[in-house]
């Protein structure tokens, strides 16, 4: 038998027979379409960690008080602490964080307020659109200026109104303060604060006037590289211990790297889970596709016997039951590629980030054949090694 007429025969047999092929092919759909959602979850995962993280520098060092450190909390005496003890440290700033309604004539939105000194805005990879950054002399003087968020100035300004916003005044705590700029959109953020939708303030003037003194400290330095980041925390770890003693453990000191590598690891080790769970499904799905060829063989007992009774060897009878089991499989792969593509933009609209890509639609179609290859092999072995007469006198 040539390759057309082994495919004449298998497609004559599924379109006679489409009902129960399908069927049949429900669990290779499942799995390919789990396998492209879960490979696009994942990428959709790693994506946000890598926004979330995008504003702080790979070598980054934050510093802050931990749960039992009570009253103790770090002033402005560590920063210099820091710079003359840490030599592996390139930059080191303060910062409070807090929250508070922001107004604009009739317009009112709750937005982030952060205290902030003029070198934050290089620390964490912040880029100004329109306008001016806080400088040190905002600080020191205490000036009542802003800088905005993009998130803030469509709430407040309206859409696109981001150079105006620039030279006009906002209302916090029943204060007047000037913009003087806004910050490009960032699309992300660290837990804590958000600069799209917060409000950074010279650090006294927000200290005093709205955060207060409720709000503990925070310190971010920067390392000279990130080879140098270990070091710079053992020197980090020193200072603190010269400056507060045995008192020194109530501090946090995390760097920015270690916690973007766990993140990535405890988003890859969910996408492998859930890649797991899909070829489980597929299996399943093989195991239903190696029944249904098993039942086959049975029913067309008698065509192997006449196929081989005129001719047809081992070799055609074996290759016409697997291709059939690769085309069924093949077939339920893509239409789970297909069915992925239609829900993908549903998962899209409810805040669940999935991105397609061609690896995971590549790696569905792939497990689709192997499992159909690997269950399918069994049933056309045994439909092969029939014998023609036992075939022609099975009843």
Do not use: C, W
Request: hydrophobic residues 45%.
């Amino acid at each position: 038998m040539s390759l057309v007429e082994i495919f004449r025969a298998i497609f004559i047999n599924i379109r006679e027979n489409k009902v129960k092929v399908f069927l049949t092919s429900l669990g290779i759909i499942v799995g390919s379409l789990t396998i492209v959602m879960v490979i696009g979850i994942g990428t959709g995962a790693q994506v946000e960690v890598e926004e979330q993280f995008k504003t702080l520098n790979a070598g980054s060092i934050s510093l802050s008080s931990g749960r039992d450190a009570g009253s103790l909390t770090l002033d402005e005496s560590i920063l210099e602490a820091i710079k003359e003890g840490a030599p592996s440290i390139s930059d080191v700033t303060m910062y409070i964080s807090g929250s508070s309604d922001v107004s604009y004539y009739n317009e009112t939105f709750t937005a982030g307020i952060l205290a902030a000194k003029e070198n934050y805005k290089d620390l964490v990879n912040l880029n100004i659109e329109y306008g001016e950054f806080i400088t040190d002399y905002d600080s020191e003087n205490r000036e009542k200026v802003a800088v905005i968020g993009s998130d803030v100035v469509e709430e407040l300004f309206g859409e696109g109104n981001s150079e105006e916003a620039v030279g006009n005044e906002i209302i916090i705590k029943g204060k007047k303060y000037e913009v003087i700029g806004v910050l490009e959109r960032v699309g992300g953020s660290m837990p804590g604060f958000n600069p799209d939708e917060g409000v950074i303030l010279p650090y006294s003037t927000a200290q005093k006037y709205i955060i207060g003194n409720n709000r503990k400290p925070a310190v971010t330095a920067l390392a000279i590289d990130m080879d140098h980041v270990s070091l710079a925390i053992e020197e980090i770890t020193q200072v603190l211990q010269d400056e507060y003693k045995e008192k020194a453990n109530s501090f946090m000191i995390r760097d920015t790297g270690s916690m973007l590598v766990a993140a990535q690891d405890s988003a890859r080790t969910m996408s492998i889970l859930l890649i797991s769970i899909a070829i489980i499904v597929l299996v399943v799905g093989g195991i239903g596709i190696m029944n249904v060829l098993l039942v086959s063989v049975k029913e067309r007992t008698k065509e192997i016997g006449i196929l081989k009774a005129i001719g047809a060897r081992r070799k055609d009878i074996l290759l016409q039951f697997l291709f059939e089991a690769i085309v069924i499989s093949g077939s339920g792969g893509v239409v789970g590629i297909l069915v992925s593509m239609l829900i993908m933009p549903i998962m899209n609209n409810i805040d669940l980030t999935v991105i397609p890509s061609l690896y995971g639609y590549f790696m569905a179609l792939v497990f689709s054949v192997v499992t159909g290859t690997f269950f399918g092999y069994y049933p056309a072995s045994k439909a092969a090694s029939l014998k023609p007469i036992d075939a022609l006198n099975y009843e």
